[in-house]
Protein backbone atom coordinates (compact mmCIF):
# COMPACT_ATOMS: atom_id res chain seq x y z
CA UNK A 1 0.00 0.00 0.00
CA UNK A 2 1.77 3.53 -0.99
CA UNK A 3 1.88 6.41 1.28
CA UNK A 4 -0.87 8.44 -0.42
CA UNK A 5 -3.46 5.33 0.00
CA UNK A 6 -2.12 4.64 3.53
CA UNK A 7 -3.00 8.59 4.73
CA UNK A 8 -6.23 8.27 2.77
CA UNK A 9 -7.62 5.04 4.55
CA UNK A 10 -6.08 6.59 8.12
CA UNK A 11 -6.37 10.29 8.01
CA UNK A 12 -9.61 10.56 5.60
CA UNK A 13 -11.70 7.32 5.47
CA UNK A 14 -11.32 5.89 9.06
CA UNK A 15 -11.79 9.64 10.93
CA UNK A 16 -14.81 10.19 8.88
CA UNK A 17 -16.11 7.24 9.26
CA UNK A 18 -16.14 7.59 13.03
CA UNK A 19 -17.39 10.62 12.71
CA UNK A 20 -20.25 9.40 11.02
CA UNK A 21 -21.17 7.03 13.65
CA UNK A 22 -21.07 9.51 16.38
CA UNK A 23 -23.50 12.22 14.54
CA UNK A 24 -25.21 9.02 14.15
CA UNK A 25 -25.43 8.17 17.77
CA UNK A 26 -25.79 11.94 18.59
CA UNK A 27 -28.87 11.73 16.26
CA UNK A 28 -30.55 9.08 17.98
CA UNK A 29 -29.68 10.31 21.44
CA UNK A 30 -31.09 14.28 20.26
CA UNK A 31 -34.13 12.05 18.92
CA UNK A 32 -34.53 10.66 22.36
CA UNK A 33 -34.26 13.70 24.72
CA UNK A 34 -37.09 15.44 21.74
CA UNK A 35 -39.56 12.33 22.65
CA UNK A 36 -38.26 12.55 26.48
CA UNK A 37 -39.43 16.18 26.24
CA UNK A 38 -42.72 15.39 24.59
CA UNK A 39 -43.38 12.59 26.57
CA UNK A 40 -43.54 15.11 29.68
CA UNK A 41 -45.02 17.95 28.28
CA UNK A 42 -47.94 15.30 27.55
CA UNK A 43 -47.78 13.65 31.23
CA UNK A 44 -47.96 17.16 32.42
CA UNK A 45 -51.38 18.29 30.29
CA UNK A 46 -52.46 14.70 31.35
CA UNK A 47 -51.90 15.65 35.21
CA UNK A 48 -53.61 19.13 34.72
CA UNK A 49 -56.44 17.83 32.55
CA UNK A 50 -57.10 14.83 35.40
CA UNK A 51 -57.93 17.23 38.39
CA UNK A 52 -61.02 17.33 39.43
CA UNK A 53 -61.41 21.09 39.24
CA UNK A 54 -60.66 20.96 35.20
CA UNK A 55 -62.58 17.73 34.31
CA UNK A 56 -65.44 18.71 36.57
CA UNK A 57 -66.30 22.29 37.10
CA UNK A 58 -69.84 24.14 36.78
CA UNK A 59 -73.04 24.08 38.51
CA UNK A 60 -73.71 20.40 36.56
CA UNK A 61 -70.90 19.12 37.36
CA UNK A 62 -69.89 18.22 33.56
CA UNK A 63 -67.15 16.46 32.28
CA UNK A 64 -65.19 19.18 30.25
CA UNK A 65 -61.88 19.64 28.97
CA UNK A 66 -59.49 22.32 30.28
CA UNK A 67 -57.39 22.66 26.84
CA UNK A 68 -60.27 23.99 24.80
CA UNK A 69 -60.41 27.03 27.50
CA UNK A 70 -56.60 28.03 26.76
CA UNK A 71 -56.36 31.86 25.88
CA UNK A 72 -53.22 31.27 23.31
CA UNK A 73 -55.27 28.01 21.84
CA UNK A 74 -54.63 29.35 18.12
CA UNK A 75 -51.06 30.00 18.92
CA UNK A 76 -50.37 26.71 20.06
CA UNK A 77 -53.12 24.89 17.58
CA UNK A 78 -50.47 23.45 15.72
CA UNK A 79 -47.94 21.61 18.06
CA UNK A 80 -51.22 21.47 20.62
CA UNK A 81 -51.85 17.53 21.59
CA UNK A 82 -55.21 16.31 20.93
CA UNK A 83 -57.78 15.41 23.53
CA UNK A 84 -60.18 12.90 24.15
CA UNK A 85 -62.33 11.91 27.31
CA UNK A 86 -64.35 8.24 27.13
CA UNK A 87 -66.86 7.34 29.32
CA UNK A 88 -66.94 4.47 32.13
CA UNK A 89 -68.33 2.00 29.38
CA UNK A 90 -65.88 3.22 26.40
CA UNK A 91 -67.69 5.76 25.21
CA UNK A 92 -66.53 9.36 23.57
CA UNK A 93 -67.66 11.97 25.58
CA UNK A 94 -65.36 14.94 24.22
CA UNK A 95 -62.72 15.45 21.54
CA UNK A 96 -60.52 18.57 21.40
CA UNK A 97 -60.43 19.75 18.96
CA UNK A 98 -64.06 19.35 18.12
CA UNK A 99 -64.80 16.49 15.17
CA UNK A 100 -66.87 17.95 12.38
CA UNK A 101 -70.64 17.24 12.81
CA UNK A 102 -70.70 14.94 9.98
CA UNK A 103 -68.04 12.81 11.53
CA UNK A 104 -68.78 9.75 13.06
CA UNK A 105 -66.97 8.45 15.85
CA UNK A 106 -66.03 4.92 16.23
CA UNK A 107 -63.41 5.77 18.65
CA UNK A 108 -63.88 4.09 21.91
CA UNK A 109 -62.06 3.30 25.17
CA UNK A 110 -62.28 1.76 28.43
CA UNK A 111 -60.93 3.39 31.66
CA UNK A 112 -58.69 0.76 33.49
CA UNK A 113 -57.47 0.83 37.33
CA UNK A 114 -56.99 4.60 38.25
CA UNK A 115 -53.69 3.65 40.71
CA UNK A 116 -51.72 2.85 37.64
CA UNK A 117 -49.51 5.00 35.76
CA UNK A 118 -50.14 6.31 32.46
CA UNK A 119 -49.31 4.32 29.46
CA UNK A 120 -47.35 6.01 26.57
CA UNK A 121 -46.91 4.68 23.39
CA UNK A 122 -46.38 5.23 20.15
CA UNK A 123 -48.25 4.80 16.65
CA UNK A 124 -48.00 5.60 13.21
CA UNK A 125 -51.04 6.78 11.12
CA UNK A 126 -52.22 5.43 7.72
CA UNK A 127 -50.27 8.73 5.81
CA UNK A 128 -47.26 7.58 7.80
CA UNK A 129 -47.16 10.19 10.63
CA UNK A 130 -46.20 9.20 14.08
CA UNK A 131 -47.80 10.02 16.87
CA UNK A 132 -47.03 9.85 20.83
CA UNK A 133 -50.19 8.50 22.81
CA UNK A 134 -50.71 9.16 27.07
CA UNK A 135 -53.65 6.80 28.43
CA UNK A 136 -54.52 7.52 32.02
CA UNK A 137 -57.46 6.21 34.11
CA UNK A 138 -59.58 9.16 35.90
CA UNK A 139 -61.76 8.80 39.00
CA UNK A 140 -64.26 11.54 39.55
CA UNK A 141 -65.20 12.61 42.92
CA UNK A 142 -68.58 10.75 42.35
CA UNK A 143 -66.99 7.58 41.82
CA UNK A 144 -67.28 7.36 37.77
CA UNK A 145 -64.20 6.12 35.73
CA UNK A 146 -63.28 8.31 32.85
CA UNK A 147 -60.47 7.28 30.41
CA UNK A 148 -58.50 10.54 29.30
CA UNK A 149 -56.22 10.03 25.97
CA UNK A 150 -53.54 13.10 25.03
CA UNK A 151 -52.42 12.20 21.38
CA UNK A 152 -49.27 14.57 20.17
CA UNK A 153 -47.70 14.72 16.47
CA UNK A 154 -44.29 13.63 16.26
CA UNK A 155 -43.67 15.26 12.90
CA UNK A 156 -42.07 18.10 14.42
CA UNK A 157 -39.41 15.53 16.47
CA UNK A 158 -39.06 13.95 13.09
CA UNK A 159 -38.33 16.72 11.57
CA UNK A 160 -36.13 18.45 14.12
CA UNK A 161 -34.02 15.11 13.84
CA UNK A 162 -34.02 15.22 9.71
CA UNK A 163 -32.69 18.66 9.57
CA UNK A 164 -29.76 18.13 12.57
CA UNK A 165 -29.01 14.87 9.82
CA UNK A 166 -29.27 16.79 7.12
CA UNK A 167 -26.60 19.70 9.10
CA UNK A 168 -24.71 16.73 10.74
CA UNK A 169 -24.11 15.20 7.22
CA UNK A 170 -23.11 18.39 5.42
CA UNK A 171 -20.55 19.38 7.72
CA UNK A 172 -19.61 15.54 7.64
CA UNK A 173 -18.96 15.70 3.83
CA UNK A 174 -17.09 19.15 4.03
CA UNK A 175 -15.10 17.94 7.08
CA UNK A 176 -14.03 14.50 4.93
CA UNK A 177 -13.37 16.77 1.67
CA UNK A 178 -11.27 19.00 3.89
CA UNK A 179 -9.31 16.18 4.98
CA UNK A 180 -9.39 14.64 1.62
CA UNK A 181 -7.39 17.61 0.37
CA UNK A 182 -5.18 17.90 3.09
CA UNK A 183 -4.05 14.27 3.80
CA UNK A 184 -3.37 14.16 -0.14
CA UNK A 185 -1.14 17.48 -0.19
CA UNK A 186 0.77 15.97 3.25
CA UNK A 187 1.20 12.44 1.58
CA UNK A 188 2.68 13.81 -1.89
CA UNK A 189 4.97 16.11 0.47
CA UNK A 190 5.93 12.75 2.60
CA UNK A 191 6.33 10.95 -0.65
CA UNK A 192 8.28 13.58 -2.00
CA UNK A 193 10.46 13.98 1.21
CA UNK A 194 10.98 10.36 1.35
CA UNK A 195 11.95 9.65 -2.52
CA UNK A 196 14.50 12.25 -2.05
CA UNK A 197 16.18 10.39 0.92
CA UNK A 198 15.38 6.82 -1.41
CA UNK A 199 17.32 7.93 -3.98
CA UNK A 200 20.75 9.23 -1.96
CA UNK A 201 20.79 5.88 -0.33
CA UNK A 202 20.38 4.65 -3.96
CA UNK A 203 23.39 6.80 -4.38
CA UNK A 204 25.51 5.67 -0.70
CA UNK A 205 24.63 1.87 -2.21
CA UNK A 206 26.51 2.58 -5.23
CA UNK A 207 29.37 4.14 -3.31
CA UNK A 208 28.60 7.90 -4.24
CA UNK A 209 28.87 10.04 -0.93
CA UNK A 210 29.80 12.93 -2.79
CA UNK A 211 26.50 14.47 -1.66
CA UNK A 212 24.67 15.00 1.27
CA UNK A 213 20.39 15.24 1.07
CA UNK A 214 19.05 18.29 0.31
CA UNK A 215 17.32 20.41 3.20
CA UNK A 216 13.97 21.34 2.71
CA UNK A 217 13.59 22.78 6.10
CA UNK A 218 11.21 20.82 7.91
CA UNK A 219 12.35 20.37 11.57
CA UNK A 220 10.02 16.72 12.11
CA UNK A 221 10.91 13.37 11.90
CA UNK A 222 11.57 13.07 8.43
CA UNK A 223 13.77 15.85 8.87
CA UNK A 224 15.90 14.66 11.62
CA UNK A 225 16.53 11.41 9.59
CA UNK A 226 17.28 13.62 6.66
CA UNK A 227 20.03 14.94 8.94
CA UNK A 228 21.38 11.93 10.38
CA UNK A 229 21.95 10.55 7.07
CA UNK A 230 23.16 13.95 5.76
CA UNK A 231 26.14 13.32 8.77
CA UNK A 232 26.59 9.65 8.07
CA UNK A 233 27.29 10.82 4.67
CA UNK A 234 29.98 12.78 5.61
CA UNK A 235 31.47 10.45 7.77
CA UNK A 236 31.09 7.90 5.10
CA UNK A 237 32.70 9.95 2.34
CA UNK A 238 35.76 11.28 5.06
CA UNK A 239 36.64 7.29 5.66
CA UNK A 240 36.49 6.55 2.08
CA UNK A 241 38.56 9.27 1.82
CA UNK A 242 40.99 8.06 4.91
CA UNK A 243 40.44 4.54 3.37
CA UNK A 244 41.88 5.93 0.15
CA UNK A 245 44.96 8.04 1.34
CA UNK A 246 45.39 4.75 3.38
CA UNK A 247 45.95 2.63 0.85
CA UNK A 248 48.48 4.94 -0.88
CA UNK A 249 50.51 5.49 1.67
CA UNK A 250 50.18 2.04 2.22
CA UNK A 251 51.52 1.36 -1.14
CA UNK A 252 54.02 4.07 -0.88
CA UNK A 253 55.24 2.95 1.86
CA UNK A 254 55.66 -0.64 0.65
CA UNK A 255 57.05 0.13 -2.84
CA UNK A 256 60.09 1.53 -1.19
CA UNK A 257 61.48 -1.22 0.49
CA UNK A 258 60.45 -3.53 -2.48
CA UNK A 259 62.34 -1.12 -4.77
CA UNK A 260 65.56 -0.94 -2.43
CA UNK A 261 65.37 -4.91 -2.23
CA UNK A 262 64.95 -5.05 -6.05
CA UNK A 263 67.87 -3.04 -7.02
CA UNK A 264 70.14 -4.77 -4.70
CA UNK A 265 69.35 -7.84 -6.64
CA UNK A 266 69.89 -6.79 -9.36
CA UNK A 267 73.35 -5.10 -8.83
CA UNK A 268 74.26 -8.52 -7.23
CA UNK A 269 73.07 -10.24 -10.47
CA UNK A 270 75.03 -8.21 -12.94
CA UNK A 271 78.29 -9.83 -12.19
CA UNK A 272 80.05 -12.92 -9.68
CA UNK A 273 80.39 -11.69 -6.76
CA UNK A 274 82.70 -12.57 -3.52
CA UNK A 275 80.86 -14.20 -0.50
CA UNK A 276 81.39 -11.32 1.50
CA UNK A 277 79.73 -9.04 -1.07
CA UNK A 278 76.96 -11.49 -1.05
CA UNK A 279 76.22 -11.16 2.60
CA UNK A 280 76.48 -7.40 2.30
CA UNK A 281 73.78 -7.54 -0.29
CA UNK A 282 71.88 -10.22 2.04
CA UNK A 283 72.32 -8.28 5.28
CA UNK A 284 70.65 -4.88 3.10
CA UNK A 285 67.85 -7.46 2.16
CA UNK A 286 66.92 -8.84 5.68
CA UNK A 287 67.10 -5.12 6.30
CA UNK A 288 64.26 -3.95 4.59
CA UNK A 289 62.54 -7.59 5.21
CA UNK A 290 62.50 -6.41 8.61
CA UNK A 291 61.29 -2.86 7.82
CA UNK A 292 58.45 -4.90 6.02
CA UNK A 293 57.99 -7.20 8.55
CA UNK A 294 57.91 -4.08 10.78
CA UNK A 295 54.66 -2.16 8.46
CA UNK A 296 52.77 -5.52 7.52
CA UNK A 297 52.38 -5.76 11.80
CA UNK A 298 51.53 -2.22 12.12
CA UNK A 299 49.20 -1.95 9.55
CA UNK A 300 47.35 -5.16 11.37
CA UNK A 301 47.65 -3.57 14.15
CA UNK A 302 45.84 -0.18 13.13
CA UNK A 303 43.37 -2.61 11.14
CA UNK A 304 42.49 -4.90 14.60
CA UNK A 305 41.93 -1.36 16.47
CA UNK A 306 39.57 0.32 13.74
CA UNK A 307 37.66 -3.43 13.89
CA UNK A 308 37.04 -2.87 17.45
CA UNK A 309 37.12 -7.09 18.47
CA UNK A 310 38.07 -5.96 22.01
CA UNK A 311 37.10 -7.62 25.51
CA UNK A 312 35.60 -4.51 27.19
CA UNK A 313 35.02 -5.15 30.93
CA UNK A 314 36.01 -3.45 34.01
CA UNK A 315 39.47 -3.73 35.33
CA UNK A 316 42.76 -1.50 36.95
CA UNK A 317 43.58 0.98 34.45
CA UNK A 318 46.57 1.89 36.74
CA UNK A 319 47.68 -1.53 36.50
CA UNK A 320 48.38 -1.10 33.34
CA UNK A 321 49.75 1.68 32.61
CA UNK A 322 52.19 0.58 35.00
CA UNK A 323 52.46 -2.95 32.84
CA UNK A 324 53.56 -0.41 30.18
CA UNK A 325 56.01 1.36 32.14
CA UNK A 326 58.09 -1.44 33.45
CA UNK A 327 58.05 -2.92 29.47
CA UNK A 328 59.50 0.10 28.46
CA UNK A 329 62.45 0.74 31.30
CA UNK A 330 64.84 -1.34 30.04
CA UNK A 331 64.82 0.64 26.10
CA UNK A 332 64.92 3.61 28.06
CA UNK A 333 67.67 2.76 30.27
CA UNK A 334 69.90 1.65 26.66
CA UNK A 335 69.21 5.30 25.54
CA UNK A 336 69.85 6.75 28.12
CA UNK A 337 66.33 8.11 30.20
CA UNK A 338 64.19 8.32 32.80
CA UNK A 339 60.39 7.41 33.27
CA UNK A 340 58.86 9.09 35.86
CA UNK A 341 55.12 7.13 36.33
CA UNK A 342 52.20 9.66 38.80
CA UNK A 343 49.00 7.23 39.30
CA UNK A 344 46.59 6.36 41.46
CA UNK A 345 46.89 2.55 42.62
CA UNK A 346 43.50 1.75 41.19
CA UNK A 347 41.52 2.95 38.82
CA UNK A 348 39.20 0.90 37.54
CA UNK A 349 36.54 1.83 34.93
CA UNK A 350 35.40 -0.41 31.76
CA UNK A 351 38.11 -0.30 29.12
CA UNK A 352 39.64 -3.29 26.81
CA UNK A 353 42.80 -3.75 28.79
CA UNK A 354 45.12 -5.35 25.53
CA UNK A 355 43.71 -2.37 23.06
CA UNK A 356 44.40 -0.13 25.62
CA UNK A 357 48.08 -1.52 26.61
CA UNK A 358 48.68 -0.84 22.71
CA UNK A 359 48.10 2.32 22.93
CA UNK A 360 50.16 3.23 25.89
CA UNK A 361 52.93 1.30 24.42
CA UNK A 362 52.63 3.48 21.28
CA UNK A 363 52.97 6.66 23.33
CA UNK A 364 55.72 5.41 24.88
CA UNK A 365 57.44 4.29 21.61
CA UNK A 366 57.33 7.82 20.47
CA UNK A 367 58.55 9.50 23.65
CA UNK A 368 62.15 7.21 23.60
CA UNK A 369 62.14 7.90 20.09
CA UNK A 370 62.66 11.34 20.17
CA UNK A 371 63.53 12.15 24.01
CA UNK A 372 67.46 13.39 24.04
CA UNK A 373 69.45 11.36 25.65
CA UNK A 374 69.93 11.84 30.10
CA UNK A 375 65.89 13.22 29.51
CA UNK A 376 63.02 12.48 31.73
CA UNK A 377 59.37 10.95 30.18
CA UNK A 378 56.29 11.45 32.25
CA UNK A 379 53.66 9.29 32.76
CA UNK A 380 50.64 10.50 34.16
CA UNK A 381 47.53 9.23 35.01
CA UNK A 382 44.17 10.80 37.06
CA UNK A 383 40.51 11.29 36.78
CA UNK A 384 38.22 14.38 35.16
CA UNK A 385 35.17 15.23 34.37
CA UNK A 386 33.68 11.15 34.38
CA UNK A 387 36.99 10.64 32.49
CA UNK A 388 40.00 8.64 32.96
CA UNK A 389 43.28 10.47 31.20
CA UNK A 390 46.32 9.30 30.61
CA UNK A 391 49.12 11.75 29.67
CA UNK A 392 52.85 10.77 27.80
CA UNK A 393 55.19 14.02 28.23
CA UNK A 394 59.11 13.76 26.59
CA UNK A 395 61.42 16.64 26.26
CA UNK A 396 61.91 16.30 22.38
CA UNK A 397 61.96 18.68 19.86
CA UNK A 398 58.11 18.97 19.92
CA UNK A 399 55.51 19.02 17.41
CA UNK A 400 54.73 21.91 15.14
CA UNK A 401 51.12 23.81 15.79
CA UNK A 402 49.92 22.99 12.45
CA UNK A 403 50.78 19.24 12.95
CA UNK A 404 49.34 18.72 15.75
CA UNK A 405 45.92 17.08 14.22
CA UNK A 406 47.93 15.51 11.38
CA UNK A 407 50.56 13.55 13.11
CA UNK A 408 47.37 11.24 14.10
CA UNK A 409 46.56 10.33 10.04
CA UNK A 410 48.21 7.05 9.13
CA UNK A 411 52.00 7.26 7.63
CA UNK A 412 51.98 10.72 8.86
CA UNK A 413 55.65 12.09 9.41
CA UNK A 414 57.57 15.05 11.04
CA UNK A 415 60.46 14.71 8.26
CA UNK A 416 61.14 11.90 6.05
CA UNK A 417 63.81 10.99 8.27
CA UNK A 418 61.52 9.95 11.34
CA UNK A 419 61.88 6.47 12.07
CA UNK A 420 59.06 4.09 12.02
CA UNK A 421 55.92 3.88 9.57
CA UNK A 422 54.19 6.49 11.32
CA UNK A 423 51.26 4.80 12.30
CA UNK A 424 51.73 4.38 16.22
CA UNK A 425 49.10 7.68 16.65
CA UNK A 426 46.97 6.20 14.04
CA UNK A 427 46.87 3.60 16.03
CA UNK A 428 46.16 5.14 19.51
CA UNK A 429 43.48 7.44 18.11
CA UNK A 430 41.29 4.69 16.69
CA UNK A 431 42.28 2.74 20.41
CA UNK A 432 40.23 6.21 21.50
CA UNK A 433 37.62 6.24 19.47
CA UNK A 434 36.61 3.04 19.89
CA UNK A 435 36.48 3.12 23.37
CA UNK A 436 34.36 6.53 22.59
CA UNK A 437 36.85 8.72 24.18
CA UNK A 438 39.67 10.91 22.57
CA UNK A 439 43.53 12.11 21.76
CA UNK A 440 45.16 15.13 21.82
CA UNK A 441 48.45 16.61 21.48
CA UNK A 442 48.63 19.07 24.10
CA UNK A 443 49.19 22.64 23.48
CA UNK A 444 50.26 24.12 26.39
CA UNK A 445 53.40 22.91 26.16
CA UNK A 446 55.95 24.74 25.86
CA UNK A 447 58.99 22.53 25.44
CA UNK A 448 59.06 18.52 24.53
CA UNK A 449 55.60 16.70 23.27
CA UNK A 450 52.62 15.59 25.63
CA UNK A 451 50.14 13.59 24.52
CA UNK A 452 46.85 13.03 26.11
CA UNK A 453 44.69 9.93 25.98
CA UNK A 454 41.17 10.43 27.56
CA UNK A 455 38.90 7.46 28.27
CA UNK A 456 35.64 7.21 29.53
CA UNK A 457 35.05 5.64 32.97
CA UNK A 458 31.41 4.15 32.18
CA UNK A 459 30.82 1.90 29.56
CA UNK A 460 29.23 3.46 26.23
CA UNK A 461 27.42 1.70 23.77
Known amino acids: MTLTRRLWLLGVLVPSLAALAALVVAGQLFRYDLESALDQALLTQAA ?10 GSEKRASLNMAMYPLLEQVKPFAPRGELFSQDGRLLMHHPPLPEETAVTASLKPGDPQ ?8 TLPDGTRVREAVVSVLSPQGELYALRLTATLAQVDGSVRGYYRRAFTMAALLGSTLL ?41 IG ?61 ARGEVDRLAVLAGELLELAAA ?69 GEIHVRLWRERGCACI ?71
Not at 338 to 346: D, G, K, N, T, Y
Request: hydrophobic content about 40%.
Open 48 to 57: VESLSVSLFE
Open 116 to 123: LPPQLSTH
Open 181 to 221: VLQTLLARRMASRLSAITRHLTLLREGNFSQVPASDGDADE
Open 224 to 284: QLRDVLAEVTDKLRGAREEQDRLIADAAHELRTPLSLMRTRMDLALRRERGTEEMRAFFRD
Open 306 to 374: GRGEWDRKKANLAEVVAQSVEAARAEAEERGLIIRLESPRREDIWFDPSGVRRAVDNLLSNALKFSPKG
Open 391 to 461: SVADEGPGIPPDQKEAVFAPFRKLSSTTPGAGLGLAIVREVARRHGGRVWVETARIQGTEVVLELPVRYRI
